[in-house]
């Protein structure tokens, strides 16, 4: 090993040291916060809760109004203010039989689920042969009408990463593959999964039809029925299937926001807005996705409060109807843009630690962002360059400008899981969900107390 040299051990020290603390006004010591909520028990209660007693919560059913109610009530019996569920009404997909079955040249099953707002076929199913596209960019590339009654089958692979970066660029196929097969003919479309595992859990998830489009039954099959429907197409013999997937849309039904706060004392400062969602896909119980957000941004108020009078009101949104495109968000933005937010914050990845902060606050706070990079240090955090942009339960927010805050958690293993029937409780680890709590704790106080105006002019 190479001997250290004075000048380059001043160097790691000076490079340990990029986020000083600021020379003014003393921040007031946060690890007391911080030391509590790496013991805390309440996220993970309300996780548990959430997932046992009420289960799957979609968008706009009996399920999720149970779990408003829920929430409503545990919120108040935690001790939170203003408690209260705002509604609204959407339409609403809901799902009924999948069944996926090759005919020849091997007749078998293959699992898969129908992915939001799609065409339902009769109870029969509808057969057709097989098209194969290894890529969305070879689905694109297909003459128009060649896919006259056809099945299109996209497989396109998603690879890990640790911010799930690789989900906004693979997730395409799901959110638009829909649209492009049904403008090119084709009878139905079957994509590979947007997961990184390896078992036979399809997962679902929402996508939207184009202006104009014709809706048509659109599915995810499993990462490794894909694969095994890859592989019998490579055999070169033409591939008939029999799909039959049966769902309904309702019109007007009811979903809502759940409303909570902790108030502050100068309601001059604005409300730093902590948001998650209450709804979930139907075939797990919605446990990473996303009943751990809404268990760590509870017990992470309820952490920073006990620290005694907060200058800003800490404002849960617990959204209605995340998953379905966002319902939730832009009816809190309806209802609530009026008043003044001085941060936006989401929790919507997971269960795993954060493993770094993102800022997008205003000119002139870097000794705020600068404290609370300081608070995070001990958990492992690190502030990165880029520009923090939330999450769809507060994107109308951050859209019309108003400062946020990112704590990103690790998401190598997000979407193992993600919309499968294996997003359940166990998968929930008690330490990181602590971690978490922790993180959101010393954050929410930094801004909470913070003297800084956070005006956006
Ligand atoms: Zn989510
Ligand atoms: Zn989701």
């Given at each position: ?16 040291i ?5 020379l003014a ?5 946060t ?11 309440i ?5 548990e ?15 999720e ?7 409503v ?23 009924g ?13 293959l699992?898969l689920a ?6 339902s ?7 057709g042969e ?12 297909a ?32 959110r638009q593959?829909?649209s ?15 997961g ?9 998830g ?5 202006d104009?489009?014709?809706?048509i ?16 197409l490579?055999?070169?013999q ?19 926001n759940?409303?909570a706060?902790?108030p ?7 409300i ?5 969602h209450?709804?979930?896909w ?6 990473i996705?996303?009943?751990s957000?809404?268990?760590?941004i ?5 952490h920073?409060?006990?620290a ?13 109807a ?9 009816a ?7 008043e003044?937010?001085?941060v ?6 997971g ?14 706070h ?7 990079a ?6 492992g955090?690190?502030?990165?360059r ?7 339960d ?16 690790d ?8 919309h499968?029937?294996d997003?359940?409780?166990?998968k929930?680890n008690?330490?990181q ?6 993180a ?14 956070l005006?956006?002019?």
């Amino acid at each position: 090993m190479q001997k250290i040299r004075s000048g380059t051990f001043a160097a790691l020290l000076l490079g340990s040291i990029a986020f000083p603390l600021p020379l003014a006004a003393a921040p007031v010591d946060t690890s007391p916060i911080r030391e509590a909520a790496l013991q805390d028990n309440i996220a993970w209660d309300f996780t548990e809760g959430l997932t046992t007693e009420v289960g799957p919560r979609p968008a706009g059913t009996p399920q999720e109004a149970r779990a408003r109610e829920w929430a409503v009530a545990k919120l108040k019996a935690l001790g939170f203010s203003n408690v209260r569920s705002e509604p609204y009404k959407m339409p609403v997909w809901v799902r009924g039989h999948d069944e996926a079955r090759i005919l020849s040249p091997f007749p078998q099953n293959l699992a898969l689920a129908a992915l939001g707002n799609s065409a339902s076929t009769s109870a029969n199913g509808i057969e057709g042969e097989v098209l194969y596209f290894p890529t969305l960019s070879d689905l694109l590339a297909a003459p128009d009408g060649s896919l006259k009654g056809k099945i299109a089958f996209v497989s396109h692979v998603m690879a890990a990463t640790q911010d799930g970066s690789s989900y906004s660029h693979f997730g395409a196929t799901r959110r638009q593959g829909p649209s492009i097969a049904s403008k090119k003919g084709a009878a139905a479309i079957l994509i590979r999964s947007i997961g990184t595992d390896n078992h036979r859990l399809p997962h679902s998830g929402v996508q939207m039809w184009a202006d104009g489009v014709k809706p048509i039954p659109a599915a995810a099959l499993s990462t490794v029925d894909a694969d095994q429907l890859t592989r019998i197409l490579a055999r070169g013999q033409s591939v008939r299937l029999r799909l039959t997937l049966t769902s309904k849309m309702l019109k007007d039904q009811p979903s809502g926001n759940v409303i909570a706060e902790l108030p502050g004392t100068d309601p001059t400062a604005g409300i730093i807005l902590a948001a998650c969602h209450i709804d979930s896909w139907d075939q797990g119980t919605g446990a990473i996705d996303d009943a751990s957000g809404c268990g760590i941004i509870t017990a992470a108020a309820l952490h920073a409060a006990k620290a005694g009078p907060l200058r800003r009101t800490i404002r849960i949104l617990m959204a209605g109807a995340e998953e379905v495109g966002g319902d939730g968000g832009r009816a809190y933005f309806a209802a609530h843009d009026g008043e003044r937010h001085a941060v936006a914050m989401e929790s919507d990845f997971g269960a795993d630690r954060v493993w770094r902060v993102d800022f997008k606050l205003p000119a002139g706070h870097e000794a705020l962002s600068d404290r609370i990079a300081s608070a995070l240090s001990p958990l492992g955090i690190a502030p990165s360059r880029l520009a923090a942009g939330g999450g769809s339960d507060i994107e109308p927010l951050v859209k019309a400008g108003v400062p946020v805050i990112d704590l990103q958690q690790d998401g190598t293993h997000y979407f193992d899981i993600h919309h499968t029937a294996d997003d359940t409780l166990d998968k929930v680890n008690r330490a990181q969900l602590q971690q978490n709590v922790s993180a959101w704790a010393v954050t929410l106080f930094a801004i909470a107390d913070a003297a800084e105006s956070l005006a956006v002019k």
